[in-house]
């Protein structure tokens, strides 16, 4: 049953409005007033009509609805490339994370619901403004307790050595080299989001002190709109997001 401090979707044809359930609020929309109050202790799924009589339908909001519709000052990890990275990394739940770039927190979102309940996201950056947003962010997931924020440079950090993952997503990410080598277990991997081939091809290189199983890809997908008779792709795509870089770190014994 939805009950008041729950979020909610409210869901017209492709459009979607997230919000938390609060007593007496009303969403306004270009398909009419939704009151908020009509759908408190009714089952999630359930419709009810706007005051220009639209049908929209209250779903529970699912870890892709908040990290699509998060507050953002930064450039957003998609979850086309959330899915693969943690497919490729092979991640799971008890693990140690780091990410270097916390941004809007959406990254750090899909791994703590990837690691919990055992274990954990210590996201690093130096950016004050956006780490207060991505807190924001991921509390009202309900996530916050499996994620440490650090305002910090990781170049600074020297007794870190036994993360499971490493993520970087920064615009020079070969300078964090050193300290992923310190940090991450051995064979174990880091991967890299690169917005420019210019960054991928410029790791890459750097990456082959120290790693192996060096692996570039970029994650395309297409929707198809399927309708009886007229199935075909839609027009528009997210064409270009990121180059997602990995490696796998290699023994080195002067550790
Ligand atoms: C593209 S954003 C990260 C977006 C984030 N992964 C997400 O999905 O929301 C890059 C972030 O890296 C941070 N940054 C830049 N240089 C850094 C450094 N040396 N150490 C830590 N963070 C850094 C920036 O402040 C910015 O917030």
């Given at each position: 049953m939805i009950s008041e401090g729950d979020y909610v979707i409210f869901f017209y044809g492709k459009k979607k409005w997230l919000t938390k359930v609060e007593k007496g609020k009303k969403i306004?929309?270009?398909?009419?007033?939704?009151?908020?109050?009509?759908?408190?202790?009714?089952?999630?799924?359930?419709?009810?009509?706007?005051n220009k009589g639209k049908i929209v339908y209250a779903l529970k909001p699912t870890i892709y609805d908040f990290i699509m519709k998060m507050d953002?000052?930064?450039?957003?990890?998609?979850?086309?490339?959330?899915?693969?990275?943690?497919?490729?990394?092979?991640?799971?739940?008890?693990?140690?994370?780091?990410?270097?770039?916390?941004?809007?927190?959406?990254?750090?979102?899909?791994?703590?619901?990837?690691?919990?309940?055992?274990?954990?996201?210590y996201t690093y950056d130096i950016n004050?403004?956006?780490?207060?947003?991505?807190?924001?962010?991921?509390?009202?997931?309900?996530?916050?307790?499996?994620?440490?924020?650090?305002?910090?440079?990781?170049?600074?950090?020297?007794?870190?050595?036994?993360?499971?993952?490493?993520?970087?997503?920064?615009?020079?990410?070969?300078?964090?080299?050193?300290?992923?080598?310190?940090?991450?277990?051995?064979?174990?991997?880091?991967?890299?989001?690169c917005p420019t081939m210019n960054q991928a091809e410029r790791l890459s290189k750097e990456l082959k002190k120290g790693f192996i199983d060096i692996e570039c890809d970029e994650i395309l997908v297409r929707e198809i709109e399927a309708r009886e008779g007229m199935t075909r792709p839609v027009f528009r795509m997210v064409a270009h997001t990121a180059y997602l870089v990995f490696a796998r770190r290699l023994y080195d014994d002067s550790r």
């Open positions: 306004h929309t270009h398909i009419g007033i939704i009151n908020v109050d009509n759908i408190i202790g009714k089952p999630y799924g359930i419709s009810l009509e706007t953002r000052l930064t450039q957003i990890v998609y979850p086309k490339d959330l899915g693969y990275i943690v497919a490729r990394t092979g991640l799971s739940s008890g693990d140690k994370v780091i990410e270097i770039g916390t941004g809007s927190g959406a990254l750090t979102t899909f791994l703590a619901s990837i690691v919990k309940p055992t274990g954990h996201v004050e403004e956006f780490v207060s947003i991505a807190r924001k962010n991921i509390t009202k997931v309900g996530l916050e307790e499996y994620v440490t924020f650090n305002i910090k440079d990781v170049r600074d950090i020297y007794d870190i050595r036994d993360a499971d993952l490493i993520i970087v997503d920064l615009a020079e990410p070969w300078t964090v080299i050193d300290f992923v080598k310190r940090a991450l277990k051995e064979s174990k991997m880091m991967v890299s989001i």
